[in-house]
């Protein structure tokens, strides 16, 4: 009688959270400042001043933001909101993530949808932790400086929050919330599955197998097309400027909605107010690949050599 063989199987691979370390926090912190601090704000206000005045083009909303400030106008809301907003964002995806992440695992998602889904809850816990009242005043401080152009000087950026919030408390900094709830989640879904489908593709037409690591010319055309493509919620994005915007509009629903708002703009501008301040959109994720990508490893270098831990995040 012969002896059954035992057969050994592969134990279950086991599932890891990822750690949030400091480094990674630093290095986060680190690439969104000198992201925005550069090319990112002037996009930004390019892009909200489109989105705001859907009449303008390109080359009219940068001679508007001239004269209303020169140079420094393309830093309105720089500071103090654009530099808290980008010092405190990239902790909140970490650790949230990272949590959605490996629970995801935990119920049979693979790395990608796993990767997915836990950009997308980070996504979604940056615009209520600290995106949702940056944007707001960053849009309150591009906005309201068109009271400029009738002769009544505008209040500081820190009597504007005292204001809104003594008038409308905590749900008056953070209007248009879920709009930017929205913008995140859609954002960094696809912006995940985008560049992936970019990865893939680049490996098809240089030769590459599947795994492969790609050129850091290569990393930053990914993400870059990844980043760009992403800009297809645009309409999110001008949902959220004129959810935020202190101009005035007697035609303008009170209590906005992002449904109302969505009906507000498309019957006054149509498919086309929709997507206004999309091309220095585009122009602002480009500009953040390079940042996080091209820079990145010097910046991870850098912050390794400080803090002595090695830096595990992918930015």
């Known amino acids: ?62 001679s508007r ?15 103090p909101w654009a530099w808290i907003e980008a010092s405190t964002k990239g902790a909140v995806l970490l650790f949230v993530a990272s949590e959605a992440e490996y ?11 796993g990767g997915i889904a836990g950009g997308m809850v980070g996504g979604a816990a940056q615009a209520y932790a600290t995106m949702g009242f940056c944007t707001c005043m960053k849009t309150v401080e591009i906005t309201q400086h068109k009271l400029a152009a009738t002769g009544v000087k505008p209040p500081s950026t820190w009597a504007t929050f ?22 995140q989640v859609t954002n960094w879904g696809s912006r995940f599955g985008l560049t992936r489908l970019a990865e893939n593709a680049v490996r098809n037409v240089t030769g590459k197998e ?19 493509l992403s800009a297809w919620n645009q309409p999110v994005e001008v949902i959220r400027v004129e ?34 301040g999309v091309t220095p959109r585009i122009g602002l994720g480009v500009w953040q690949t390079i940042c996080m990508v091209a820079l990145g490893d010097m910046a991870k270098e850098a912050v390794e050599k400080l803090t002595g831990e090695t830096v595990t995040a992918k930015h």
């Open 243 to 276: 959810m935020q915007s202190k101009v005035e509009d007697p035609l303008r629903p009170k209590n906005l909605t992002v449904a109302k708002t969505l009906r507000y703009i498309y019957g006054r501008n149509g498919l086309k107010g929709l997507y206004r």
């Open 103 to 113: 629970h995801a695992k935990t119920f049979g998602a693979n790395d990608f949808v």
């Open 162 to 183: 005292a204001d809104i919030y003594r008038k409308e408390g905590i749900r008056g900094i953070n209007k248009g919330v879920n709009a930017v709830a929205i913008r």
């Open 65 to 79: 933001i001239w004269a209303r400030g020169g140079t420094l106008g393309y830093y309105q809301g720089l500071i």
């Open 1 to 62: 009688m012969s002896t059954p063989i035992a057969v050994p199987t592969d134990a279950p691979k086991k599932i890891e959270k990822k750690p949030v370390k400091f480094s990674n926090l630093l290095l986060g912190a680190g690439l969104n400042m000198f992201e925005v601090t550069t090319l990112g704000q002037p996009l930004e206000v390019v892009k909200t001043t489109m989105a705001a005045n859907r009449g303008d083009s390109f080359a009219g909303a940068m």
């Open 210 to 228: 599947e795994g492969q690591k790609l050129s850091g010319l290569e990393k930053v055309f990914s993400a870059g097309l990844g980043g760009g």
